[in-house]
Nanobody
Framework: QVQLVESGGGLVQPGGSLRLSCAAS????????IGWFRQAPGKEREGVSC????????YYADSVKGRFTISRDNAKNTAYLQMNSLKPEDTADYYC???????????????WGQGTQVTVSS
């Protein structure tokens, strides 16, 4: 059974940090492009970051550049999203997704996790 499970969300005050984890089972994450997405109440889902499977190219949404860092640990079959300097507008449900492609560009993310909630508030 192909499965992605996010964890690490929670309540944090503005300026704080969280690290989200995306654990894969049933497939080898190493051969997939991994994307992080988020959806805030009343808003459309947006792409946050993506890391390619082959050359390691990384993409970030302008809104998170300099604050978020995407990474993967192939030995643990897990991807991460380190989130620093969090802002209230970062509040959303965060999802990881996997695409069986080498490049984030044009990737079709067919496998999704259940999501983890991030709330940034005082």
């Amino acid at each position: 059974q192909v499965q992605l499970v996010e964890s690490g969300g929670g309540l944090v005050q503005p300026g704080g940090s969280l690290r989200l984890s995306c654990a894969a089972s049933g497939f080898t994450l190493e051969y997939y492009a991994i994307g992080w997405f988020r959806q805030a109440p009343g808003k459309e889902r947006e792409g946050v970051s993506c890391i390619s499977s082959s050359d390691g190219r990384i993409y970030y949404a302008d809104s998170v550049k300099g604050r978020f860092t995407i990474s993967r640990d192939n030995a643990k079959n897990t991807a991460y999203l380190q989130m620093n300097s969090l802002k209230p507008e970062d509040t959303a449900d965060y999802y990881c997704a996997a695409a069986p492609t080498t490049d984030c560009v044009g990737a079709h993310f067919g496998s999704w996790g259940q999501g983890t909630q991030v709330t940034v508030s005082s």
